[in-house]
């Protein structure tokens, strides 16, 4: 199975701050790469697909980038909605994997 | 508007069985498949296994083959999970999300999450 690796496990930050999550994958998996968000007791949410596509209604201060093994999702100017946990996940062959999460914490 | 609706809150115990329940409505039932999702108290997204809609394939994820069956009743939009020989670190919300049939695509709509306990 494909491997995904999330960096760093968490983070603390401010309102309007600019943060990055990356995601590593074990083996190249084009852009076949998600990013979820999740808040406590709530169902994950697509926000970015195919690497870079924003999910429809996600505010575009989301965005992602990357291709092959490495992967990055930006937050451009923190609100304080944006604060949860947030995962990548590969679709590029089964097991889909997730990455362990990035908990974004208010500092 | 696409919604997965899926069944209530379960407790079993150990070496029971559980089958949770996802409900379809606002898209064609037969033109995506299921993905089965679980996460454990305070832990990540561990994907348990797909199924078509379309033609009943499935993928179950290799740790859980010979525990879960995946199911779907095109008549109601309706998938199933059942999974059997349940032990303690079974327990999870559980969730079903809409997947591809045919093409890669990420998971754009999920249900709301069944937890299931299991406790003696």
């Known amino acids: 199975a494909i491997r995904m690796t999330q960096s760093p496990s968490s983070l603390s930050a401010s309102t309007g701050d600019r943060v990055t999550i990356t995601c590593r994958a074990s083996q190249g998996i084009s852009s076949y790469l998600a990013w979820y968000q999740q808040k406590p007791g709530k169902a994950p949410k697509l926000l970015i697909y195919a690497a870079s596509t924003l999910q429809s209604g996600v505010p575009s201060r989301f965005s992602g980038s990357g291709s092959g093994t490495d992967f990055t999702l930006t937050i451009s100017c923190l609100q304080s909605e944006d604060f949860a946990t947030y995962y990548c996940?590969?679709?590029?062959?089964?097991?889909?994997?997730f990455g362990q999460g990035t908990k974004l914490e208010i500092k | 508007q696409v919604q997965l609706v899926q069944s209530g809150a379960e407790v079993k115990k150990p070496g029971a069985s559980v089958k949770v329940s996802c409900k379809a409505s606002g898209y064609t039932f037969t033109s995506y498949g299921i993905s089965w999702v679980r996460q454990a108290p305070g832990q990540g997204l561990e994907w348990m296994g797909w199924?078509?809609?379309?033609?009943?394939?499935?993928n179950y994820a290799q740790k859980l083959q010979g525990r879960v069956t995946m199911t779907t009743d095109t008549s109601t939009s309706t998938a199933y999970m059942e999974l059997r020989s349940l032990r303690s670190d079974d327990t999870a919300v559980y969730y079903c999300?809409?997947?591809?049939?045919?093409?890669?695509?990420?998971?754009?709509?999920w249900g709301q999450g069944t937890l299931v306990t299991v406790s003696s």
């Open positions: 999300a809409r997947d591809q049939v045919d093409t890669a695509m990420a998971f754009d709509y």
């Open positions: 199924i078509s809609a379309y033609n009943g394939n499935t």
């Open positions: 996940q590969q679709y590029y062959s089964y097991p889909c994997t």
